[in-house]
């Protein structure tokens, strides 16, 4: 006796294909939405790496700055000159950096494509102008929308805008940045170690 064979018929070979199709679709589907959710996780990250880094490199040396002086043509000028958007100032590096001792840093923005950034440069600080070559600018933030620096006057009891010909450092330093892409990050505010504040009353409440 001859066992009668069946196969499948047009329609359920089409409607198995029909299927394939459908899950074929849902799976590229999931793979391209964990892609996305994977990217954006990233640059979260990314993200918040810069934020602190960013802080623990302004509160190592800002916080650290000197009261120093240097002397430019016969007169003395002070190494902390701080301005709305830029600053510079005279901190130490320890000495298991590629910078040893004495450092002057510039804090500025720097125009790049629609955005700005932060860029920082170091060089080696002496007390007599000379002829020091200049220091490679490196990036500290990228995507910058905007950059405000603040210094708190003890006398004045009120931040200023700028820090100009003082013979004093400010109190306090706080830098506020906004990112293009308008993540949060609240103002940063540094107390500087060696400004010499006498009367704790006079420095503002931080609400921290």
Known sequence: ?????????????????????????????????SARSWNLGEQKIAQ?????????????????????WRHNDGQRVFMFQGQNQSVKFVS???????????????????????????????????????????????????????LKLQYYDVDAEDWAEQWQDKETLPALVKVSIELTDHSPWPPMIFALQRAGVQNEQKMPKLGL
């Not at 018929?9 to 590229?28: G, H, N």
């Not at 060089?123 to 995507?143: D, G, H, R």
């Open 92 to 146: 130490n590096m320890p000495l298991s950096s590629a910078y040893k001792g004495l450092q002057q840093f510039e804090l500025f923005l720097d125009n790049h494509n629609d955005s700005q950034r932060l860029m920082v440069a170091v060089k080696p600080f002496s007390f007599q102008e000379n002829s020091e070559t200049e220091a490679q600018p490196q990036i500290l933030v990228a995507q910058i929308a905007s």
């Open 48 to 68: 918040v790496n810069e934020k602190v880094v960013t802080y623990g490199f302004l509160k190592r040396y800002l916080s650290n700055a000197r009261p120093l």
């Open 1 to 33: 006796m001859f066992c009668k064979q069946h196969g499948f018929t047009l329609l359920e070979v089409l409607l198995a294909m029909s299927l394939l199709s459908i899950m074929m679709v849902l799976l590229f589907a999931s793979l391209r939405t």
